[in-house]
């Protein structure tokens, strides 16, 4: 498939199929911002509840957070954002659109050709104002990072968990940033979720921890049935480092449009500990069994959720050519697919079948995401449901009111196999973790 196609196929799923939503489409939308449907919210639900139990839940030595996202506007000045968080921009002096440097190819205007300005800095920070009055005393920013309230609060960890090092603190939540170029669908978003990891170790150990993360990171997304062959690192040169970082990869995917970041590793030693102690006077060392105190380094993995969402879609969309038709599969890692299970009765007009698919799919939707079906022949819903992702579907026939068996099918494998009712739990449970 044509790779500008299968982008174009992917956006008109998620719209078809509740997926994705431009935000505010009846005001003609409003660029930047996208929603999410009834199925695009369990799998970005999924997603990061995965991310949770593998980096913070199954291990002992990271704890969670969840901060606000407006902060004192004195973090972002000790954090560096206020003066660093730029783009470098031109504008087009015909149709005032702005362009970042990096991104032209040529010294006019990609839309219209016109001729452009000097290279002006943009700061990507969203401002609001707090209280009632819009004075520059009252001015606050939504955060563009998750990060910082992790950094405000590492006192309070300490004290609360006593840890020793390395330990990391996690927080997933929403970040902000006035992005200029975008387009690519959800990959470039003004408003969108982040999941961070700040992992806090002994300076002097922080080149081995930063390999031991990009390879956990690597893994985790090969674990999620991402193909090798579209993932790989890419080293950041000295020169074009953020100001905070000391080294920085990252996970690349090869989307339609090519290979972009998907996610980001960054040692950012103990700049924003060091420049938080400063900036607000606090003692924000750690302290060891031997009573040393001293900044710990950080290695920060960090990955925006709707990244992952578009590369997975992309990644599990297929076309299978059938006898009669095409079939359109999503192949998702189960243990993230919206929908695990969808339950049919064979036919929707007999009140037995339907009575005993109805028990089935009440129970089944305590323990799984679980939908129902019955429009439309078996055929079309197994269409319907593999569009969707879901994982698996079972119908309810005649020999189930008999021998209280049903047939299960296989997304992938199309395979069918019946299995008794009350082993359906332990049947997807056992695939599921
Ligand atoms: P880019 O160069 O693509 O703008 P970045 O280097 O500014 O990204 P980071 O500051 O490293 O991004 O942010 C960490 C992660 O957050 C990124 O790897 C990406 O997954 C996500 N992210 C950053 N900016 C956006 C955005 N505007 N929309 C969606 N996700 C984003």
């Given amino acids: 498939m044509a790779e500008q196609n299968l982008m174009e196929k992917i956006v008109s799923l998620c719209k078809r199929r509740g997926f994705v939503f431009p935000s505010s489409e009846i005001y003609g939308g409003i660029g930047g911002f996208w929603d999410f449907g009834p199925l695009g919210v369990e799998l970005k639900n999924n997603i990061k509840s995965w991310w949770w139990k593998t980096m913070v839940q199954t291990r002992d030595e990271v704890v969670g957070l969840d901060t606000t996202i407006i902060h004192n506007p004195k973090v972002w000045e000790a954090s560096g954002h206020t003066l660093s968080f730029t783009d470098p921009l031109r504008e087009c002096k015909s149709c005032h659109k702005r362009f970042r440097v990096d991104q032209l190819e040529k010294d006019q205007c990609p839309e219209c050709g016109g001729k452009l300005t000097e290279v002006k800095q943009f700061n990507l920070m969203f401002e609001t104002f707090i209280g009632s009055a819009k004075e520059t005393a009252n001015k606050a920013y939504l955060?563009?990072?998750?990060?910082?309230?992790?950094?405000?609060?590492?006192?309070n960890v300490l004290d609360t968990v006593q840890p020793k090092l390395p330990f990391g603190i996690?927080?997933?939540?929403?970040?902000?940033?006035?992005e200029v170029t975008l387009g690519n669908f959800i990959f470039r978003d003004r408003e969108f979720e982040m999941m961070e990891l700040e992992y806090f170790v002994k300076p002097g150990e922080d080149e081995k921890w930063f390999d031991y993360w990009l390879k956990e990171r690597m893994k985790w997304y090969l674990d999620l049935g991402i193909d090798k062959k579209n993932l790989r690192f890419f080293e950041h040169p000295k020169k074009s480092l953020a100001h905070y970082s000391k080294r920085t990869v990252d996970i690349e995917y090869k989307f339609p449009f090519g290979w972009a970041e998907l996610e980001g590793i960054a040692n950012r030693t103990d700049f924003d500990l060091k420049n938080h102690a400063k900036f607000?006077?606090?003692?924000?060392?750690?302290?060891?069994?031997?009573g040393e105190k001293f900044f710990p380094y950080v290695i920060e993995p960090s990955v925006g959720v709707e990244r992952i969402v578009l590369a997975l879609l992309l990644e599990g969309y297929q076309e299978q050519k059938g006898k009669e038709e095409i079939r359109v599969v999503l192949s998702l890692n189960p243990k993230?697919?919206?929908v695990k299970v969808a339950v049919f009765p064979l036919l929707a007009n007999k009140p037995e079948l339907i009575k005993m698919a109805k028990e089935i799919y009440q129970d089944l939707k305590t323990?799984?995401?679980?939908?129902?079906d019955d429009i439309g022949n078996i055929g079309k819903r197994y269409r319907r449901q593999d569009e969707a992702g879901t994982s698996w579907c079972i119908t309810v026939d005649f020999d189930t009111l008999k021998d209280k068996t049903v047939t299960v099918r296989d997304r992938d494998t199309m395979k069918q196999e019946r299995i008794a009712i009350d082993k359906l739990k332990d049947f997807f449970q056992t695939k599921l973790i």
């Fill in 280 to 290: 607000s006077g606090k003692d924000l060392r750690f302290q060891d069994e031997k």
């Fill in 143 to 155: 955060r563009p990072e998750t990060c910082q309230g992790i950094f405000l609060n590492f006192v």
């Fill in 170 to 178: 996690a927080q997933i939540g929403k970040g902000f940033r006035n």
């Fill in 367 to 372: 323990c799984f995401n679980t939908a129902w």
């Fill in 336 to 338: 993230i697919s919206p």
